[in-house]
Nanobody
Framework: QGQVVESGGRLVQPGGSLRLSCVAS????????MGWYRQAPGNQRELVAH???????NYIDSVKDRFTISRDNAKETLYLQMNSLKPEDTAFYYC????????WGQGTQVTVTS
């Protein structure tokens, strides 16, 4: 069975930047619309950014103009460039298909604090 492995999260100060990566293996990565999700303590997991198989992207309002989702199908890797980070961006970040039908990975923790 395939898996995804997220990485790139760490503690960062407000206003800082991070680039998250998600490497997929054993799955037909290029055939799926993909998404980055996040879950903060006490909250439900939410879709933050979505990218189609052709590369069209959509974002929730709170991250528009700050986050950029991209994909490299040859490397079977999904990226999330996060700029101007805010404390409210603190969460575990996960990748999955837009339909959430792959096994979830361990996620990568992003903490934004001064």
């Amino acid at each position: 069975q395939g898996q995804v492995v997220e990485s790139g999260g760490r503690l960062v100060q407000p206003g800082g930047s991070l680039r998250l990566s998600c490497v997929a293996s054993g799955m037909y990565f290029s055939g799926y619309a993909m998404g980055w999700y996040r879950q903060a303590p006490g909250n439900q997991r939410e879709l933050v950014a979505h990218i189609t198989t052709r590369g069209s992207a959509n974002y929730i309002d709170s991250v528009k103009d700050r986050f950029t989702i991209s994909r490299d199908n040859a490397k079977e890797t999904l990226y999330l460039q996060m700029n101007s980070l805010k404390p409210e961006d603190t969460a575990f970040y996960y990748c999955n298909t837009a339909s959430r039908n792959w096994p979830w990975g361990q996620g990568t923790q992003v903490t934004v604090t001064s």
